[in-house]
């Protein structure tokens, strides 16, 4: 219980003085991450729950974790964990455990000015650590770039292209987001988004709401489907985020 005070007492005082900063800009819940970086000196961190559905198989996040700290003026440190469990209807089994560390950077590269999207880079890498279940036999390293267009008042575009790099099957990836702003703090998106693998590919559909409850704090919702045979029948997830 005094742990639990002192988290709670912690958290409250970073939304305070926290109420005065530019709004936070998210990578989630949308598949396509943000253009911007965290500015230095801040953190963002991003929190949340997916479950996805494969006939049989499902397979439930439910601690997706997302720190985004601001090393310089241009670039953040990225970390990414997740907690897993993939269910077997079929032999009522499932493996539950820690999925592998990502750890990275993003580097602002280009400002928006005028049809000129602003432009950042990611490079990370997925370590070969976690539940034995979930670790790949080798790093898998990932370069991706994301690029951002303001289209009005209420409307905005975001678009990711990447690849990542397996021992045994190269991986190319690609989103697009399409947000528009419904009401101030609320906002609605919808986003293609998608892989391409050395033999197959997998092509889904994501939407859902994002409220910026203050400019420190948010929190969301959305689903999708999937588009192609290797997808996932349905997805949903929630989530928040904090910036201190």
């Known amino acids: 219980m005094k742990r639990f005070l002192i988290i709670t007492l ?21 598949q396509s991450a943000a253009s911007t970086v965290v500015p230095l000196g801040t953190a963002i961190v991003e929190y949340g729950f997916i479950h996805e559905s494969a006939g049989d198989f499902s397979t439930t996040t439910f601690a997706n974790f997302h720190a985004r700290v601001g090393l310089l003026k241009f670039a953040e440190l990225r970390i990414t964990q997740n907690i897993q469990q993939v269910k077997n209807d079929l032999t009522d089994s499932k493996v539950s455990g820690l999925t592998p560390i990502t750890l990275g950077t993003k580097v602002h590269l280009v400002t928006e000015r005028g049809a000129m999207p602003q432009t950042s880079i990611i490079g990370q890498v997925t370590l070969n650590n976690g539940k034995n279940e979930f670790r790949p036999g080798d790093p898998i390293p990932e370069v991706r770039l994301n690029f951002s267009n303001t289209l009005g008042e209420f409307w905005s575009l975001g678009y990711n292209i990447g690849m990542q790099f397996p021992t045994d099957n190269t991986t190319t990836l690609y989103s697009a987001v399409l947000g528009y702003s419904i009401l101030p703090g609320w906002t609605a998106f919808a986003e293609p988004y998608g892989f391409f693998y050395e033999d197959d590919s997998d092509h889904r559909f994501n939407a859902g709401i994002i409220y910026l409850v203050s400019n420190n704090f948010q929190v969301d919702i959305s689903g999708g489907i999937g588009l192609s045979d290797i997808s996932p029948d349905s997805f949903i997830g929630f989530g928040a985020a904090i910036g201190f």
């Open 10 to 30: 912690f958290l409250s005082t970073a939304f305070v003085f926290a109420q005065d900063s530019d709004p936070i800009i998210t990578d989630r819940p949308t």
